[in-house]
């Protein structure tokens, strides 16, 4: 049994791929915890190509853009919690911030005892997937524990 299972979801129906699969999980009670995790990335909210891009005496509160952005996530994550809580699964939802999405989630599994990823990957290969890079893939490579991979091919009715 998986006592801790970690979720990653962007807002995405690709994402959102991962919940059947731990719906049976839980349903087989092979599953404990579910951990839905929405991670806010601190990037700048505009293209910056340079100092001509600023105005003297321009700022931005970007404070205020991560909160408003953490108010989403949170309201995104309630109405994926409720319908898995419908279900009688126990779930825990999280939204932090980091840069890097795939460094987020494993360092989040490693600090929080998690014993599954089970996150959906958009099944690119070859020079797709080396020129796109892959959250998946990084993820995969680099997690303490074992990671479920959900194509989107199992997604389709």
């Known amino acids: 049994m998986y006592r801790k299972v970690l979720i990653p979801l962007d807002g995405s129906e690709l994402a959102e791929c991962a919940l059947p699969h731990i719906k049976s999980l839980a349903k087989e009670g092979c599953a404990g915890e579910v951990i839905l995790l929405r991670i806010i990335e601190t990037r700048l909210p505009f293209a910056y190509t340079g100092a001509d891009d600023f105005e003297i005496g321009q700022s931005y509160d970007f404070e205020a853009l991560w909160d408003d952005e953490l108010a989403r996530s949170q309201k995104y994550l309630a109405g994926v919690h409720g319908q898995l809580k419908a279900e009688g699964i126990v779930i825990r ?18 600090k929080n005892g998690i014993d599954l990823i089970i996150m959906s990957t958009h099944g690119y290969t070859g020079m797709k997937k080396l020129m796109l890079g892959s959250v998946a893939f990084r993820v995969l490579h680099e997690s303490p524990v074992p990671v479920l991979l959900i194509r989107p091919e199992s997604c389709r009715s």
Request: glycine share 6%.
């Open 93 to 110: 939802t999280e939204a932090v911030k980091g840069l890097k999405a795939a460094e987020v989630i494993v360092d989040y599994a490693r």
